[in-house]
């Protein structure tokens, strides 16, 4: 999001077009897990359509902060380790802590969530367990073996039939037209403000937002010119995202409402008594539709997060062994085939198995929402410091909507974050 219309003289190739589109697509299919799908649900389920406005906000902070990500990366020629270096040290130091914390919980959170609907439409194949770890490992290796040109058409595919199936559910429920147009006039249910933020908050993903320019480099963006076919990347990608998340809460307005099933912030396992009341309500093949949509989710958002995050573990190494990066290594795929981009790969994959052993217990459920909710406040803030510095050239700093939509951001998920830390049970 750029408020500052300034003429660039493009090359025929970077002129906007829809049919190049696709790092949005990305972190769009990564940042909609399970967790967004149950979150969705349950506001649906709760308060109907009145909350489908915030669906709305949440999607337009998520472009503002993408935006940013990929602007710096494409006006600087750098990537975000370099800006954060130039704020200090401390920020390395922040990243490495948190990507390495937070991977470990987080792998064993996306290959359980992988494993429930392969359970459901194969049960009494494989354990639980076993799906997982084999969710996990075929993340690795289609991660491993290919670059981003083969990762970003696979997604593609995932986030279409995510998008298919909701779209499809959405309608088979027969919403209410006019309850759902009403509820794009912001209210807020009595006493809900903090549901009513995590809902404009929860729009989308969280470290795999920084992850977004290292996509358009890998993409071959790499220049200023390519700054209109980015915006125009992210806004289709985060409206194909809007979609989504309003035909769930239609879902959860119309199938969850009336019924007696109940889902818990947290617990996946809930989605399976949905693809139940689908089959009670219509047939087995809407049920198994919905389980397909399930699973597309969830491992789109595994494969993305695999290889987006060691992307950016990658960086983070040539920054503490180089002090530098290069936006070209990044497009070339050499940082793919790099030892820290396949050693964190191993990281995310491995060790967290043995906590699908232990069945999730709630600390760790406690420690991925607390993780989850830290960096989004870090990411606003070191933009907002970055993209406003003389540095970066006048075009392509931040206007007045830009730092207007940044520090709304911050704001959101800085509220956001002390509501999660102050719920612990302490």
Same mark, same amino acid.
């Given at each position: ?247 769930? $809460? ?10 007696? $099933? ?85 990281? $995310? ?78």
């Amino acid at each position: 999001m750029h408020d500052r219309d300034e003429p660039l003289q493009l090359d025929p190739a970077q002129r906007p077009q829809l049919r190049s589109i696709g790092p949005g697509l990305v972190v769009a299919a990564t940042g909609l897990g399970a967790g967004d799908l149950v979150a969705t649900l349950i506001a649906g389920s709760l308060f109907g359509y009145s909350l489908l406005w915030a669906v709305v906000i949440g999607c337009i902070v998520r472009i503002a902060l993408a935006e940013g990500t990929a602007r710096w990366h494409l006006a600087t020629g750098s990537t975000l380790f370099d800006g954060w270096r130039t704020i200090g040290r401390w920020t390395l130091y922040y990243f490495g802590f948190y990507c390495v914390v937070w991977a470990f919980v987080y792998g064993a959170t996306a290959m359980s969530a992988g494993a429930l609907p392969l359970a459901a439409l194969f049960p009494d194949v494989v354990d639980l367990k076993v799906w997982g770890v084999g969710c996990g490992v075929l993340g690795l290796l289609f991660v491993w073996f290919n670059r981003y040109a083969v990762v970003e058409r696979v997604m593609t595919v995932l986030i279409g039939v995510m998008f298919l199936v909701v779209v499809v559910l959405a309608v088979r429920v027969v919403p209410d037209a006019g309850r759902a147009f009403a509820g794009l006039v912001p209210t807020v249910p009595e006493g809900e403000i903090t549901r009513t933020l995590g809902v404009i908050g929860g729009v989308g993903g969280t470290i795999t937002m920084a992850a977004y320019g290292y996509w358009v480099n890998a993409k071959g963006w790499r220049t200023p010119g390519w700054m209109r076919m980015m915006r125009l990347d992210n806004s289709m990608a985060y409206v194909a995202t809007g979609v989504f998340t309003i035909a769930m $809460i239609i879902v959860g307005a119309e199938l969850l409402h009336a019924t007696n $099933i109940t889902l818990e912030e947290g617990n996946n396992r809930g989605l399976l008594d949905v693809g139940e009341e689908l089959e009670r309500r219509f047939d087995v093949f809407t049920a198994k539709l919905f389980l397909v949509g399930f699973f597309a989710t969830a491992f789109s958002s595994l494969v993305g997060v695999w290889h987006g995050v060691s992307l950016l573990f990658s960086d983070y190494v040539a920054h503490l062994r180089h002090g530098g990066s290069d936006t070209e290594e990044v497009a070339a795929g050499a940082r793919e085939r790099s030892l820290p981009f396949r050693g964190f790969l191993l990281w $995310i994959t491995f060790p967290p198995i043995v906590l699908l052993f232990l069945d999730r217990p709630f600390g760790l459920i406690i420690a991925y929402g607390v993780l989850g909710s830290l960096f989004l406040p870090f990411l606003a803030a070191t933009l907002l410091w970055l993209l406003n510095r003389p540095g970066v050239p006048a075009r392509h700093r931040n206007g007045p909507l830009s730092n207007t939509m940044l520090v709304a951001a911050l704001l959101l998920f800085v509220y956001l974050c002390a509501e999660q830390i102050r719920a612990l049970p302490w």
